[in-house]
């Protein structure tokens, strides 16, 4: 089966540095998407990576590594509205999106 | 408005009522999907429209209904729900239809309380 991993919750301190995981297992993969929801509201984009290497994007990074179906999301300089959930989703050979259950992610003063 | 709408924002209704959600997308974008979101749970996609044509079911119960009457907006009828079935309903757009890259445009969602 086809199946996205990432931690539950996680809790860092403001100013800090925090890295997300997520490992996929796929049928085939066209590439992984990192989005943001806060509570109540909408998921909305933050990355896509597709080849191997990090991207940086202002605080926040992604990294992927298809050798070993592995990716994360690094945030810099937490803030407090950094405080969210972030969800990992990769395409399958289809362009399915598989989704993952999200990472709570609870910044603290 | 902008992006991609969606009312009402919070529902509750009883295992016997008729309700219906409603998206609507400023985008311009050709395909729509209705997701369930569960905590704690992955998203779970329901329905796939590409031009106005339905090109996925994933299952879904029958007590679920979509429309989609133009490319700019998408309904799901409700009808006889379960307690189970409450979740967060997220709507979503797309400029490319699925079978490809497709970046995917989220609503708000409606908060669904089924009681």
């Known amino acids: 089966g086809q199946n996205i991993d990432q931690p539950t919750e996680m809790t860092a301190t403001e100013g800090a540095i925090v890295q997300i995981n997520c490992t996929y297992q796929t049928s085939g993969f066209n590439g992984l998407f990192w989005y943001q929801q806060h509570a109540g509201e909408a998921p909305t984009f933050l990355s896509y990576n597709v080849l191997d290497g990090l991207e940086e994007k202002g605080r926040f990074s992604s990294f992927l590594s298809r050798s070993k179906g592995y990716s994360y999301l690094l945030l810099k300089e937490l803030q407090m509205k950094d405080s969210a959930s972030y969800l990992c989703?990769?395409?399958?050979?289809?362009?399915?999106?598989?989704w993952g259950a999200g990472t709570k992610l609870i910044i603290k003063p | 408005e902008t992006g991609v709408t969606q009312t009402p924002r919070h529902l509750v209704m009883g295992m016997t009522n008729k309700k219906s959600l409603k998206c609507e997308q400023h985008l311009g974008h050709n395909a729509m999907y209705w997701y369930k979101q569960s905590a704690k749970k992955p998203l779970e996609l329901m329905f796939v429209?590409?031009?106005?044509?339905?090109?996925e079911n994933n299952s879904v119960p029958s007590r679920f209904s979509p429309e989609c009457p133009n490319s700019s907006h998408l309904f799901l009828h409700l009808h006889t729900l379960q307690p189970e079935d409450s979740a967060l309903y997220l709507c979503a757009s797309s400029q490319a239809p699925p079978g490809s890259y497709n970046e995917q445009f989220f609503g708000p969602g409606t908060r669904l309380t089924v009681l």
């Open positions: 989703a990769a395409f399958d050979s289809n362009y399915q999106l598989i």
């Open positions: 429209y590409s031009l106005e044509e339905r090109v």
